[in-house]
């Protein structure tokens, strides 16, 4: 066992001189660490090898300088450092980050002056006599298929030349202080790359990516996840943003993007005036699905009919088939993006900029194709997340990147498994730390994994900030031995404990499912008021009938589905932000809404005769109505009725929510007919009074505060303001929604989850019972109503006995009406399916609308 070499004065001064963010000057530290540990401790000789996973936008070019600096002034400098990269864009931009001149080059912060040889100038007699002095830094910088193959791009590196006297990769094979730092390593691991390591012998292999992929766990040596670098406001701050209505056309989406564009201008003028700052132009990033996609947004946005022509002139296409003069002149303006004087405000690509396009006035990405699921968990998010003025602005609309893919939010929150991928991971670095017999030893540490995004849960209690420093910038120590002090002692005998990292790493991800506690109980809140419900015995039998014995007086539900989708048409984009905090030595995502409100674009309105057809259409296709041409009538009937009740917002309304509205008309259209085919259920006449106050017991996850939309079986959820218990737990997330509608409600005056024999109705003459989800009372001027709720799957809402238990439960509450021993409440019954829910977003009184 040899004696750890690591040099804690040299890399406070680098981290000072490159002012390197505290998660850069820990990636660096972990490496040195985790290196010095395999070679002077461990004394082992094959190439060490580890992984850099930092989030996106964070500074991994500054991990790289850190890095290169470091080794090149370290006791046993090394010169040799090669730069790999996937492709030719990010080897240009790598070239200029470390060429001087440059406006974003490191080289005026760098001790090192490392002398950049690429596949352009390698060759030359200047760059020959540069490899032949050895008090020279050397920075190569190539493609990974410049070095990889010996064909195609790779050939001019292993043909042999007349000024080296061997073939460019026989030289670096003989260098015996080669430091590879790959660039985008997930990019192009594989058989290839390892056979490359392998006949090169670097001294030190560095893969940065901020998504390594799974098989790679195992060489991570630091990991920054996007979570903690949300939480230090090291990025901008994502808001997911949906529209409130159907609307999916090219136009509507572009318009969006460009309203949002122009809010954030406006924003970013005021800022940089007040400032005294260079001037920031905000710039939309369109990702298109094709080239001919990418074009046909460039003809809209370019022409003078959109936006009144705001946009013309000001659009850059970028895509990979761009060849000659205009491929030239395309990347020159995209690097000159950020300039104050460029004319380019919307940058539309197919694919060319998922990595290694680095500008920081990306404020607005409009996915036209893909769902924000996929932009969120691919490297395009991180082109719109680095701060264009260094910092946060605390203008919450200047620290955030819109993300706009037009999903519906209900659509968004389904796929909440994949979102919280892009955001959930546990953090590791490597440290020194002090046993007991005065050695130190390198441990591999990690930092517990965020909680979920999608549900959001936050742990009881006050929140607390954490190991953060006055900086704001994520301290990875929580409270072990200083690095600096303790390799301070010379001469102190090191013992490796790195072996430890699996264990660790595989301990962290089980945490991320987190462990139930004890079995807890809960009784009523004293302070809420009591819910007193009656109790009626029931039982079940049929009859059948046809769509036109429907009588326009019974057409109050279709009265009721056209006020209720005229009802709340808000013009407001949802805008969902995803923001982090420290707790616990954690890092949690929460999303919360967006302090700013925008406006939707305006979409085209649809003539309301081509609505109404389009809706008899609908109404004809109905799974439940008979396939007659004498139906037709009453399909027209019924939707006139359903226009006629939206009123004066009819043709608006259809413009907006013609999808919406043709679904739900079908819906109620089988339902109705169901009606009047039922299973007629009959019951006595006694009452008994069921007092609503047994101790729910459970042995769940206990977590405060919830989030619309959310779901989470496992937890038992708090922060309920009309909930007649603290905490309430679901079965499904339709249940769980639709709990947060009826409590943000302000008519509601209280409510319950219920359970098994709460209130238990009899709907089959075998005896058995039916459990509704809530009771629900509550208040609307003099009079109070009391409401059964019961919620259901889409697929579940049609079957015979989710039918005869809806019968059941009316007839229950008109049997209570009826008594003469019930009084001050008059009751009813509501069955609400998953769309429902969705559709009412987050309105108690459009969901009865919708179903009462």
């Not at 002139?313 to 395309?330: F, I, N, Q």
Request: charged content about 25%; aromatic content about 6%.
């Amino acid at each position: 066992m040899g004696e750890l070499q690591f040099q804690a004065d040299l890399l406070n001064e680098v981290a000072h001189r490159l002012d390197l963010r505290e998660p850069n000057r820990k990636a660096v530290e972990s490496v040195i660490l985790r290196a010095s540990d395999h070679y002077d401790v461990q004394e082992r000789t094959q190439p060490f090898e580890c992984i850099v996973d930092s989030a996106t936008g964070v500074g991994k070019t500054y991990v790289m300088a850190g890095l290169l600096e470091y080794l090149a002034d370290a006791e046993n400098p090394a010169r040799n450092f090669l730069l790999l990269a996937p492709g030719r864009t990010i080897r240009d931009k790598s070239a200029l980050n470390f060429t001087p001149g440059n406006l974003k080059s490191l080289r005026p912060l760098m001790r090192s002056d490392p002398y950049v040889i690429t596949a352009e100038n390698f060759d030359l007699q200047a760059a020959r006599a540069a490899m032949d002095d050895v008090r020279v830094t050397k920075l190569y910088v190539f493609t990974v298929q410049a070095l990889t193959s010996a064909t195609g791009e790779g050939r001019a590196t292993h043909v042999p030349t007349e000024n080296l006297g061997a073939s460019f990769y026989e030289r670096l094979a003989r260098l015996d202080d080669l430091v590879v730092l790959a660039d985008e390593h997930h990019c192009y691991r594989g058989p290839a790359f390892s056979r490359t390591i392998r006949e090169l012998k670097p001294e030190l292999v560095v893969g940065l990516t901020a998504t390594p992929v799974n098989a790679d766990e195992g060489l991570v040596a630091f990991r920054y996840p996007l979570a903690a670098a949300i939480a230090d406001q090291l990025v901008k701050t994502p808001v997911m943003v949906a529209r409130r209505d159907d609307r999916i056309d090219t136009e509507t989406k572009l318009l969006d993007g460009v309203n949002l564009l122009r809010y954030k201008a406006a924003a970013a003028d005021a800022y940089c005036v007040e400032h005294a700052l260079p001037r920031v132009n905000p710039v939309m990033l369109v990702i298109a699905g094709s080239i001919e996609e990418a074009q046909e947004y460039q003809n809209v946005l370019d022409s003078t009919t959109f936006d009144l022509g705001s946009w013309a002139g000001k659009t850059l296409l970028v895509h990979s088939k761009l060849t000659g003069d205009a491929k030239e002149e395309a990347l020159a303006d995209l690097q000159a993006v950020e300039d104050p004087d460029s004319p380019v405000r919307i940058i539309i690509s197919i694919g060319m900029l998922k990595e290694g396009w680095d500008v920081k006035n990306v404020y607005v990405i409009a996915s036209m194709r893909a769902s924000v699921s996929a932009v969120l968990t691919e490297q395009t998010l991180g082109r719109g997340m680095r701060l264009p003025f260094g910092r946060y602005t605390n203008v919450e609309f200047l620290d955030t990147l819109e993300v706009l893919a037009h999903e519906k939010y209900g659509d968004l929150l389904k796929k909440r498994s994949v979102l919280n991928e892009a955001f959930i991971d546990f953090g590791t670095y490597a440290q020194l730390r002090k046993l007991a017999d005065g050695s130190v030893e390198v441990r591999q540490e990690t930092i517990t994994a965020p909680s979920p995004v999608f549900p959001v849960l936050r742990p009881p209690g006050p929140v607390v900030t954490g190991d953060r420093e006055a900086s704001g910038s994520y301290s990875l120590s929580r409270g072990t031995v200083s690095v600096a002090a303790e390799s301070a002692r010379a001469g102190a005998v090191v013992r490796s404990s790195v072996g430890m990292v699996e264990q660790e790493t595989r301990t962290c991800q089980a945490a991320k499912h987190g462990a139930s506690t004890g079995i807890v109980a809960y009784p009523p809140l004293p302070e809420r008021e009591s819910l007193v419900v009656p109790r009626l015995i029931s039982v079940a039998q049929p009859t059948t009938v046809s769509l036109n014995d429907i009588d326009p007086e019974d057409y109050g539900p279709f009265q009721r589905l056209g006020r209720a989708l005229a009802s709340e048409h808000s013009d407001e984009l949802r805008r969902t932000k995803l923001s982090a905090c420290h707790n616990w030595q954690t890092v949690k995502v929460r999303p919360e809404t967006a302090q700013d409100s925008i406006r939707a674009a305006l979409p085209v309105d649809t003539p309301l005769a081509e609505s109404r057809k389009a809706l008899v259409r609908r109404a004809m296709s109905a799974k439940d109505v008979p396939s007659r041409a004498n139906e037709r009538g009453a399909a027209e009937r019924i939707v006139d009725c359903v226009i006629k009740a939206m009123g004066d917002e009819a043709q608006g309304c259809l413009s907006a929510f013609g999808e919406v509205c043709g679904q739900r008309l079908v819906a109620q259209i089988s339902k109705t007919l169901r009606d009047f085919n039922p299973t007629q259920i009959t019951y006595t006449d006694d009452v008994e009074w069921l007092k609503i106050d047994k101790i729910r017991k459970a042995q769940r996850k206990q977590e405060a505060g919830h989030a619309d939309g959310t779901f989470d079986k496992t937890v038992a959820f708090n922060g309920w303001q009309k909930n007649l218990y603290s905490h309430a737990w679901f079965d499904s997330s339709p249940e769980f929604q639709a709990a947060s509608l009826i409590d943000s409600s302000g008519s509601v005056v209280i409510w319950a989850r219920l359970h098994v024999n709460d209130v238990p109705i009899q709907w089959t003459t075998d005896g058995r019972n039916y459990n509704p989800d809530f009771v629900v009372i509550e208040e609307l001027g003099a009079e109070r109503f009391g409401w059964l709720v019961e919620t259901k799957s889409d697929k579940d809402m049609p079957t015979a006995e989710v039918q005869a238990k809806r019968r059941a439960a009316r007839k229950w509450a008109n049997t209570a009406n009826s008594s003469p021993q019930v009084r001050g409440v008059t009751w009813k019954y509501l069955l609400a399916g998953e769309q429902d829910v969705a559709d009412a977003v987050g309105s108690w009184e459009r969901l009865k609308q919708f179903c009462g």
